[in-house]
């Protein structure tokens, strides 16, 4: 079976460069350069500060997983909910026609570990109760670990301003020693708040919007658990395959239909009668 192809997210993207490309412009059109931000003692202070902090706080195997799921923020979702309607609508024709042994092979094919798993104790005659409550489990399990991979950014979004502030107390406490030449004070000042940007920056621009896209995709991918959890338990019970799509299209988007106007009815004739009522 053929890998999915995966396409980049193009609002991730898109966001990263508008909202960056927006605070560049606006310092530029200030008369502000951008080498006026490059600052590696900052950038150290709060990257390496931040890093500290979360490893304090977190199990680090929570925070290496975390770390794996940042490639997924620029990809776009493998496989759409329509697409797994499809395949089990497929599936529950083929097991009504030849049985639930010919899904054998559907098992063996299928690229996601969860539906593999569902489909295998389906073809084995487990019963559905069995099958739903063993998957349930995987899905709460598996939201949960999502959950705590969210908050490992939201945590880092936390520490990373703070860190900032005490990059710029540390630049200061610099700029306090050479009072006697006051043309570099305002210089030194300048340099010393570029820690500060980058600590609310960071947590703006990168961390809060990472945590907040994993938990959406971690409400995709649980809801996808749920949709390919409840056709296998249609096709194990050998419901009809039109019950089983009407069933699963209810995960579909919805596009919210367009109020309709109402038609205005003709206008009535009134007749004046004459000579009495």
């Not at 305002?186 to 621009?205: P, R």
Request: hydrophobic content about 50%; charged content about 20%; glycine content about 10%.
């Amino acid at each position: 079976m053929h890998a999915p192809i995966v396409k980049p997210d193009r609002a991730t993207i898109a966001g990263l460069v508008v909202s960056v490309g927006s605070i560049l412009a606006g310092m530029l059109i200030e008369g502000g350069r951008i080498g006026d931000l490059i600052q590696v003692t900052a950038a150290l202070i709060v990257l390496g500060g931040t890093l500290g902090a979360v490893l304090v706080s977190s199990p680090s195997v929570v925070l290496w997983r975390a770390v794996k799921r940042l490639s997924s923020l620029v990809r776009a979702e493998p496989v759409s909910a329509g697409v797994l309607v499809e395949r089990l609508v497929a599936c529950s024709f083929k097991s009504r026609r030849h049985g639930l042994l010919a899904l054998d092979p559907e098992e063996g094919a299928a690229a996601d570990p969860f539906l593999r798993k569902a489909l295998m104790l389906a073809v084995d005659g487990v019963g559905t109760d069995v099958i739903r409550e063993d998957m349930e489990l995987e899905i709460s399990l598996e939201e949960q670990r999502l959950e705590e991979e969210a908050r490992i950014f939201e945590s880092a979004a936390g520490f990373a301003p703070t860190m900032g502030i005490i990059g710029a107390v540390l630049g200061l406490i610099q700029v306090m020693k050479h009072l006697d030449n006051i043309a570099e004070v305002g210089h030194g000042i300048a340099v010393a708040f570029v820690a500060t940007v980058y600590g609310v920056g960071l947590a703006n621009l990168a961390l809060l919007p990472a945590a907040g896209k994993l938990r959406s995709r971690a409400a995709h991918q649980i809801q996808m658990r749920e949709l390919a959890l409840d056709g296998v338990i249609g096709i194990a019970e050998g419901t009809n395959p039109r019950l089983i799509r009407g069933r699963l299209e209810a995960y579909l988007p919805r596009v919210a239909p367009q109020p309709s106007v109402p038609e205005v009815p003709p206008a009535r004739a009134f007749v004046v009668k004459q000579g009495g009522r």
